[in-house]
């Protein structure tokens, strides 16, 4: 299983991004999917996560409003929509999986996850 994050960059703030998430040797759609990030000296970070089997959709509270999670037309892709960006969205981001759904508890901890891809570099900066 590899999952391959992208759409990562340098973006003012209030601006938005997109990241994706693509994956090999599963069929992602029966899948949960995360997204996590991690700044420097901090723990890694549970941002949102999409669930496989019904598509609900959970967001930690300071990106609620903002960000949204969505699964691509052909369930092959996962999208993390992230708009009115500030400075402390700023960290690598990441993609994981769950198998089915997502913890409703749970669905924050990385120890959650079985797989993950390499992450990508968001930085908020005017």
């Known amino acids: 299983v590899q999952l391959q994050a992208s759409g990562g960059g340098l973006v003012q703030p209030g601006g938005s991004l997109r990241l994706s998430c693509a994956a090999s040797?599963?069929?992602?759609?029966?899948?949960?999917i995360g997204w996590f990030r991690q700044a420097p000296g901090k723990e890694r970070e549970g941002v949102s996560c999409?669930?496989?089997?019904?598509?609900?959709?959970y967001y930690t509270d300071s990106v609620k409003g903002r960000f949204t999670i969505s699964r691509g037309n052909a369930k092959k892709m996962v999208y993390l929509q992230m708009n009115d960006l500030k400075p402390e969205d700023t960290a690598v981001y990441y993609c994981?999986?769950?198998?089915?759904?997502?913890?409703?508890?749970?669905?924050?901890?990385?120890?959650?996850?079985?797989?993950w891809g390499q992450g990508t570099q968001v930085t908020v900066s005017s």
């Open positions: 040797g599963l069929i992602l759609e029966y899948y949960a």
């Open positions: 994981a999986t769950d198998y089915y759904k997502c913890n409703p508890m749970g669905w924050g901890r990385p120890s959650e996850y079985d797989y």
């Open positions: 999409i669930s496989g089997n019904d598509g609900s959709t």
